[in-house]
């Protein structure tokens, strides 16, 4: 199965995720890792930040966690990803380890990494590369999350 890269495989994965894991979270308000998962969250995901740096403060009324291993257990419907490309290689592992595994993972706007994109899908996960949640979640006109 390739890369989702359809308007009607991506609202699939938006309208079906409940639970999106942000790796690369962060606190300040100008930043698209603060303000996309603001806007999911308003929109009635429940966000899980990911940042090391902010491990252990509040965000989205979730505690920031050091890395993705920290979710064991979590059903995590959607990853995503605000992370340089060059940075991808390196969570890998940490990606394929989750367990439940995530339906899918979102590299956002300007992050693609064919290799790392090829070896999750190959695992059987949905990756949308160089997108962006926020903007994909506005245009295609997908309303508020139910039951969560």
Known sequence: MPELRRDDEVTRVLSQSRVIAVLGAHDEAGRAAFYVPDYLFEQGYRILPINPALAGRELWGEKVRRSLGELAGEQVDLVDVFRRPEAL????????????????????????????????????????????????HRRLRIGRVAGT
């Open 89 to 136: 290689p390196g969570h890998l592992d940490e990606l394929l380890a989750m367990k439940p595994a995530p339906k899918a993972i979102w590299f956002q706007l300007g992050i693609r990494n064919d290799a790392v994109a090829a070896k999750l899908v190959a695992a059987g996960i949905d990756v949308v590369q160089d997108r962006c949640t926020l903007a994909d």
